[in-house]
Structures are given as C-alpha cells and as structure tokens.
C-alpha cells in the first residue's frame, strides 16, 4: 500500500518509480512516458545498462556513489563470516537497482570472491514477496530483501525478518524514521525510502478562480477552492485524486490527522469511526467534480502536468522534483506549479501515513546474517541515499545524505516544507494474518466505490466486513 510507497510502490508500497534527469530535453512522446512515468506511484523502472525504449533515456541512473560502511559497533562481517560466504542474494523492485549495484559494487570489492547476486525485477512489493518465496522454494533464498512498509507483518512472520539493531546504523542516520520499520516492538526493516502523500496545483488556475492556496490546509479548504475553480468560467477540473493503489492512502492518511487510525492498536480495523466518516464523505464529495484517474502512475500526471486539465491533483514525495522539473522545463509552455502536503480534516492535524520501504535481512546462517548486514549498511551510506534522493525525491533518512543535498534542495526549495511533518509521520497499517496482504486490494476497492458515487458510510461498513475476515 504505502510502501511508495505503489510506488507498492506508491507511495503504496508497490508504486513504480522514475524520474526526468535534469534539464534533459526530448521529444513529446518520449517525455510523456518518461513524466508520467515519475508519477504518483512512480513506476518500478529498471536500471538497465542501455535504453532501447526512448522513455528510457528519461529514466535517472543514480550518480556513482561508493558505500563507505564504516566499521561501527558490528556493522562489518569478521573475518571468518567474510571468508566464508561467497554468495549474497538481494531481492528488490527494479526502482532500487540502480542503488542495490552500489551495494554490490561495495561488497564485492571490499570481499574479493564474494558475488553479489540481484534480482530487482519485480514491479512492486506483493510481486516482490511472491518471487522470494519461490525463489526460497527452488534452494534460493534471499539474503536481503526490500520490505514494503504495510507488508512488515509477511516479512516477519512469514520471510523470516531478522530483528535488527540501531546501533549497527551510523550515527547519521536519522533514527526517527526508525519507528516505520518495527512490527510487534522489533525493527524488522531499517527504513530506506520514505514518502508522504502530497498536492500539486496549477497556480494560474487557483488564481483566476482568486484560491488563495494557503486554504490547501484542509480538506475543507480544498473543497472551497474546487468550487471556486468550477465556478471560475475555466475548462479545467477542479480536483483530481487518482485512485489505482491511493484510495486507501488518501483514507488512511485523513483519518491519522484526527488521530484515528484506520487500524487499531490490537491490529484490528477501525473504518467506521467518526474520523473515517469525515474522510469518506470528502472523497465521496471530490468525486463529483468529474472523473478521478484510474491510473495514477499515466493519466493522472498525463491530465495535471501535460494536458492541463486538472486543477489540483495527489502526487507522492519521490515524484514531486521530476514533475517540477519537467514542467519547469516547458518554459512558456508550461505553468506555475505549486506543491502542498495532503490536507487534514477539519480540526486536524499533520499525522501523514508513511509510504516508502526499509531493508531487511532474512538470512537464518550466522555468517550469511553478517555479510547481510553489512550489505544494509552499504546501502544506507550517506552517498547512496543521497544518489537515490536526486534520483526520486524521497525523504533522505541520513544527516549526511542531506548535507550533500544542499543543491538539489536549493533546485527545488518545494520539499523543505516537508521536514516539519518528519516528527509526526505515521506507520503504515501492518495487517496480520495468512490473507493481510491482501486487505490493500480489498480496501482500496472500497475507497473507488467510495469516490464513484457508492454510499460512504455503508462501503466502510463493508470494508470492516472485508478487513476483519481478510486477518482473522
């Protein structure tokens, strides 16, 4: 779900993610595919050595970036485990092949004879869990894996997570975003990316409708600058929520702001609250203002940032620099652009649900467990994670990785306001039991319903239904 996630990479956990690199120019339909390609659930793209596909010469390749692990409280294999393992796997969706190579370059470099072996196939994370479980099933099992957030419950239970310690991590690495990884009370992946959801709006649109898009705060505000813009005279749709992997999101995330969790502390679903009232009869409400796109990761950036028939639309962090970036570069073209964090509701507060993923090491064998670690830390070097922020705007969970970032903020000062949510950033929803991989499908199906006219309160009621018997 949000495991960016999509995109899940969308940020649902399997959303799919890419990027434009900087100030690169080319022709119409390359571009499209290549921006839209960077959007809402940011598709899991490749990392391929060579682009046959011109979307693909779009596709950011992460800047070279050495892993310098440094040799703190047992983050390096010893010497025995170092010389006896020859063979590490890693399991990750192919937006993180690019970094994974750093990781592998790392490794077998500092551990002649060691081979790295990546599989970084997968389009998202219910994909990803499928492919390592039959890979364990043909005598390969992954040493390292990239863990979803809200599928923490199928790594630990089922892959076998290892708990894993903070004091393997440098001191530089942000230990707020710790929380993200833990199931049960034990960090079982060390978070890597983490995203919020987010809004982007058309600046010249809200202003001849005279939106004043500090109102953007609220859900209630965003419905009073839809109206405005509907009757401003404009030929454009007030508001756009893209729906394929994000209605569960947008749920969720409105629901925290109240501080009611769509999950309860035992685990359970709490989807009939008052909170998750208020958030269904918003979503019910903006899917009157016309249709809502059904495919984040084409139509809704397609519809916002090329076709301009969209007003206001949802967006994840890590897609946020390539759509600036793109729509920067159209000059005349193009448009003013604002961006905002995903509204409250009313009386609420800043509680995002986090998207994104973290690693986790799911080797049983001392030794493997070692090398494993070190793999995890490689990846999480300062330069790695900076190389993949530059790539695909994520928050970057390491001091030093920030520091490096200095200029890529300084290109799009837009993400700043984010930092003030890092403290309030909230779990994703880790749904338990043999079927809690599927409560994302089975939920977001409601939220659609939901957003296309079905009766708010009675969908939830159903959706409770469906949760319940879904982790049972």
Known sequence: MLSDAPPACPDRASARRRGLPARRRAPLAAAVTGFVAAGLLAACGGGSDSATDPAESLRPTARPATA????VNGAK???????????????AVGSLNDASKSGKAYMEKAHPGLTVELTATASGYPELVQQISADHAAGRPADVAVAGFDLLPTFADDLGAQTLSPRLLRASYDQRFLPLGEYQGKLVAIPQQVSVLALVYNLDVLERAGVDPRSLTTTTGVLAAAERVKGSGQSIQPIDLPTSGFGQWYLSTLASSKGTPVQKADGQPDLTSPAAREAAAFLSKVGTYGPQSSDATTEGLLRFGIRKETAIS????????AGLRYIHDQ???????????????????????????????????????????ELVVALLSPEVLAAGTEAFSFYPVDSEARNQLAAFYREFPELTQFDALIPEITQAPTWGGERGGEVHDALNEEVVAIIGGADPNATLAEAQRKVAGLIS
């Open 68 to 71: 310098t692990v440094d040799d």
């Open 77 to 91: 294999a010893s010497p025995e485990c170092a010389s006896a393992v020859k063979t590490l796997r890693m399991a």
């Open 314 to 321: 949802a967006v994840t962090l890590p897609s946020v620099a």
């Open 331 to 373: 000059g005349a073209q193009g448009f003013r652009v604002g961006v905002a964090p995903f509204p409250t509701l009313p009386g609420g507060s800043p509680h995002p649900v986090a998207g994104g993923n973290g690693l986790a090491v799911l080797s049983t064998d001392r030794c493997q467990q070692e090398m494993a670690t």
